[in-house]
Nanobody, 116 residues
Framework: QVQLVESGGGLVQPGGSLRLSCAAS????????MTWHRQAPGKEREFVAR????????SYTDSVKGRFTISRDNVKNTVYLQMNSLKPEDKDVYYC?????????WGQGTQVTVSS
């Protein structure tokens, strides 16, 4: 049974940092690319970052480039999203995602709030 469990969200002031984690189980994590997405109320879920199975060649949506870093630990079966210089517009629910064949798996999400 595939499970993705996000953690690390919370309330932070503008300019602050958070590190999100997504613990994966139920599939061969080390062979799968992983992505982070986010969604604001009433808006479509949007792509944030992607990392290959080997942990190289990360890619990011333009709005987070230079501020967010995606990484992974294939021993701990965990993907991370380090978020620095947070802005109020980064306030969203953040989700990790795994695409396994024709199946699409999402975690339950973790709330990030950026406010003074």
């Amino acid at each position: 049974q595939v499970q993705l469990v996000e953690s690390g969200g919370g309330l932070v002031q503008p300019g602050g940092s958070l590190r999100l984690s997504c613990a994966a189980s139920g599939f061969t994590f080390r062979t799968n690319p992983m992505t982070w997405h986010r969604q604001a109320p009433g808006k479509e879920r949007e792509f944030v970052a992607r990392i290959t199975s080997a942990g190289d060649s990360p890619s990011y949506t333009d709005s987070v480039k230079g501020r967010f870093t995606i990484s992974r630990d294939n021993v701990k079966n965990t993907v991370y999203l380090q978020m620095n210089s947070l802005k109020p517009e980064d306030k969203d629910v953040y989700y990790c995602r795994a695409v396994l064949g024709f199946n699409d798996y999402w975690g339950q999400g973790t709330q990030v709030t950026v406010s003074s």
